[in-house]
């Protein structure tokens, strides 16, 4: 597996992570412990450095499986996790990153992921009671103390991460980034790249829609998130095949799968930027690690431009309370 490099201060990755939200959270039933523990090993098995997870994933059984699985390769590995829901009676309720509410939840994610530190902290959501400064003061804090390593900001817009960097330099940006939503490069890479900071896509796959294994027929189980997204809308993914035909015309013509195509495409966007694609099949985890080893020449990806360029995607990514969430 290649490796890759998250901001300025060398944060040395695997080219691909690991996202291990789906095997625990928003995807229908959670996976078997044993079968989750068994997931994540095989990945670090076959090169994967790089993990992250999140106090809301469960909320925090995501956590503690993905501690279990790596406490044997603790030293080996870095792992990535995020703060900044509110939780009541183990349940989720908004935004919380008041600086003492941040210190207590760090204190529960480094038992359930059985370690000493955290490798990268994101700040999973922006939080507009809280100013950024004071975040990133915090977080500042526990480096210092030897409890995180690395600070990380998720779905923040340009002036945010100015803001927070000032305080603390951000090693990386989680955000969504795929073939069928490229919005941060209207201005986020842009300032990630000139100031340093890596960049963390999620659902790269576009929570499985590029793999071009979904179409308007199929059927998500009750407890699927997908269910709640408006891109997801039966008529939404019927307009948005277009752009899934053309990423498997590629895929076909190189002699790979779409996902793969989807893959290499953000592999070749910056060198650093490190896709963390999620799975529950091993074989899929296998097909997605391929994609390191895909090479798209500037004629393909002269192709795929031309085939984003023409065809507006349908279907806002979020539900308006959710969106409503995202700073920008």
């Not at 809301?56 to 080996?76: H, I, K, M, Q, S």
């Not at 480096?143 to 945010?160: C, D, M, N, Q, Y």
């Not at 990386?172 to 100031?195: D, H, K, N």
């Not at 095949?241 to 895929?251: H, K, N």
């Amino acid at each position: 597996m290649h490796t890759r490099t998250l901001g300025a201060d060398g944060l040395e990755v695997s080219a691909l992570g690991y996202g291990c939200m789906g095997l625990s959270h928003g995807y229908g039933t959670a996976a078997d412990r044993e079968y989750a523990i068994g997931m994540i090993r095989a990945a670090v098995e076959r090169g994967v450095t790089f993990f992250d997870t999140a106090q809301v994933y469960g909320p925090f059984t995501n956590e503690d499986v993905v501690g279990e699985a790596l406490a044997p390769f603790r030293d080996d590995v870095v792992i990535a996790t995020k703060f900044g829901f509110n939780f009541e009676n183990g349940e989720s309720r908004g935004l919380n990153s008041r600086p003492d509410y941040i210190r207590r939840m760090t204190e529960d994610s480094l038992r359930r992921l059985r370690t000493d530190r955290i490798d990268l902290y994101f700040q999973h959501r922006v939080d507009p009671e809280v100013p950024i400064e004071d975040v990133a003061g915090t977080v500042r804090d526990l480096i210092a103390e030897g409890k995180v390593k690395h600070f990380g900001l998720s779905e923040a817009g340009v002036r945010t991460i100015r803001r927070a960097h000032a305080v603390q330099p951000v090693t990386a940006l989680q955000s969504e980034y795929s073939l069928w939503w490229r919005e941060p490069e209207e201005q986020i890479l842009t300032v990630l790249e000139e100031l340093g900071i890596g960049f963390v896509p999620f659902s790269p796959l576009g929570r499985g829609f590029l793999t071009g294994t979904i179409d308007e027929s199929t059927a998500f189980l009750d407890s699927d998130f997908r269910n709640t997204l408006p891109r997801f809308d039966a008529e939404n993914r019927k307009a948005n095949r277009y752009l899934v035909e053309t990423v498997t015309g590629l895929a076909d013509r190189k002699g790979v799968t779409s996902a793969q195509i989807a893959l290499a495409w953000l592999l070749a966007r910056k060198p650093w930027i490190v896709p963390i694609p999620g799975t529950t099949k091993l074989h899929r985890l296998e097909e997605n690690l391929g994609a390191a080893d895909v090479e798209l020449t500037s004629a393909d990806l002269a192709k795929i431009d031309a085939a984003l360029d023409a065809v507006a995607v349908h279907g806002l990514r979020y539900a308006e309370g959710a969106q409503r969430m995202i700073d920008r």
